[in-house]
């Protein structure tokens, strides 16, 4: 009885705390994202949680208790200015369509109570039967903290396609200053179509690449940023399902001192998989080639330094794409594109649970060749693959990931 009490007087306590939080503007979410006033700005990347496996069951709902964990350890380990959930928020197949997006208060939960403001790009399993990118983003916007949007209308590009500006810590208006970073997401799809069933009752298949629109909108917009603030922003960008550079640089060979980090989804998994060139997704084709314009689009972008993946759970290197692989037709620029680490219990693999962090320093960027910094933070509190995303990134030598 005594413990019953007490039970519920810390439930209140903590969710008045909550309310509070909500209620008290205690954080200005409203207010654009800046650098500390030590010129640093850092993201933690939380991607691949997979909340809401096996609702049916006391595996799938500890499964979520373990993430929850691994969330709290990381963001008390690194205190970041923002955190990126980079896709797979919840894993669809598995939930109901009357409470799907609830999972969304669980995964932010320990944000909120710190204080902390998120955004999202939305996964292949964030869009299914019964949730999708729009039902999860009108849950997330129920937080102030939330800075997920939309920006691309229209027929058929997915939902969590927008960017951020990120300004100098003196800045008092942005009306004033011109962003120091730009920080783009990008919605990948893939998944089922929310709600469709085909004539003979089987789920609708949903198109895995960013889309075409989405491209187009992207170069359009940061030519508008680059004109208007008659200079190029140093940028970084966030997608869930990486590209066919990725798999083209895996097969070129990842090498623990160069490329630091695990490399055991081979071959991994790209946008387009799965898809004809034709637009058929019938299980007749591996690749249909469908993300080239978007490859296109991030090595022809002046300023973007790096490209943050998820999705292939097994893959947590970053890679310089410098060239023409062979079998490719888009030329690297020497752009990075990273994975992050599995962060949720739920979701395939048994890999240690982290975090993959990025630290944009304003001195870094006033250098000639820009460049970040960046680790992963895994559940044990042990810090990995700590590497500078440099000009030298790929000769450089670096010791391997002493653990998985
Ligand atoms: C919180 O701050 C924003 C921006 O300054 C303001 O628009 C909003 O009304 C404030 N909310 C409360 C509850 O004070
Ligand atoms: C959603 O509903 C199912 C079925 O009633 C239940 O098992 C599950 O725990 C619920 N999930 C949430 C997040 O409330
Ligand atoms: C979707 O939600 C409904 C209603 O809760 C449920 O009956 C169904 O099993 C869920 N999953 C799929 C794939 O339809
Ligand atoms: C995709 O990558 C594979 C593996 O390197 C390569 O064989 C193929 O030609 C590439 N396709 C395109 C369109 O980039
Ligand atoms: C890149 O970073 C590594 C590790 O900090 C360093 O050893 C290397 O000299 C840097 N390269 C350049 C061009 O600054």
Same mark, same amino acid.
């Given at each position: 009885m005594k413990f019953a009490l007490f039970a519920v007087a810390l439930f209140t306590t903590l969710s008045l705390q909550r309310t509070l939080r909500y209620r008290t503007n205690q954080t200005d979410f409203s207010a654009p994202l800046q650098f500390k006033k030590d010129g640093t700005f850092q993201i933690s990347i939380l991607e691949d949680l997979h909340f809401g496996e096996n609702a049916w069951d006391t595996w799938g709902p500890q499964q979520d208790i373990n993430s929850v964990k691994v969330i709290n350890k990381i963001l008390d380990a690194e205190g970041p200015g923002l955190v990126v959930l980079?896709?797979? %928020?919840?894993?669809?197949?598995?939930?109901? %369509?009357?409470? @799907?997006?609830?999972y969304v208060d669980q995964i932010v939960g320990p944000l909120v109570d710190r204080g902390l403001s998120w955004a999202s790009t939305y996964g292949n399993h964030d869009h299914s039967f019964n949730v999708t990118g729009a039902t999860i983003l009108a849950r997330e916007r +129920?937080?102030?903290? #939330? +800075?997920t949007t939309q920006m691309v209308f229209g027929d =058929?590009?997915?939902?969590s396609n927008y960017y951020l500006p990120v300004y100098g810590? #003196?800045? #008092? @208006?942005p009306d004033e200053c011109a962003p120091e970073l730009l920080l783009w997401f990008f919605d990948s799809r893939g998944g089922w179509r929310y709600q469709q069933k085909d004539a003979d009752g089987n789920k609708v298949g949903q198109p895995d690449w960013v889309d075409f629109s989405v491209v187009n909108w992207f170069t359009q917009t940061n030519a508008e940023l680059t004109n208007k603030h008659q200079k190029t922003i140093p940028s970084l960008a966030f997608v869930h399902i990486p590209t066919n550079a990725s798999l083209a640089l895996q097969e070129a060979g990842v090498d623990g001192h160069r490329?630091?980090?695990?490399?055991? =989804?081979?071959?991994l998994a790209q946008q387009a998989q799965g898809w004809c060139p034709d637009g058929r997704d019938d299980g007749t084709c591996a690749y249909g080639g469908q993300d080239v314009p978007f490859m296109q689009a991030i090595t022809t972008t002046?300023? %973007?330094?790096a490209v943050f993946s998820g999705h292939d759970h097994g893959d947590t290197w970053c890679y310089r794409w410098d060239g023409v692989l062979p079998g490719m037709t888009v030329a690297g620029n020497g752009l990075h594109v990273c994975f992050g680490q599995h962060t949720g219990y739920g979701g395939y693999g048994s890999w240690e649970r982290g975090s993959r962090q990025i630290l944009v320093t304003q001195a870094q960027l006033k250098e000639e060749e820009k460049s970040v910094d960046t680790w992963i933070r895994l559940e044990s509190g042990n810090v990995v693959g700590r590497v500078s995303l440099n000009a030298t990134y790929g000769q450089d030598r670096y010791p391997p990931n002493a653990e998985h």
């Open positions: 980079n896709g797979d %928020l919840i894993t669809g197949e598995n939930t109901y %369509l009357e409470n @799907s997006t609830e +129920r937080w102030p903290n #939330a +800075r =058929d590009p997915g939902v810590p #003196a800045c #008092a @208006s490329q630091p980090g695990i490399d055991d =989804d081979v071959p002046p300023g %973007l330094m």
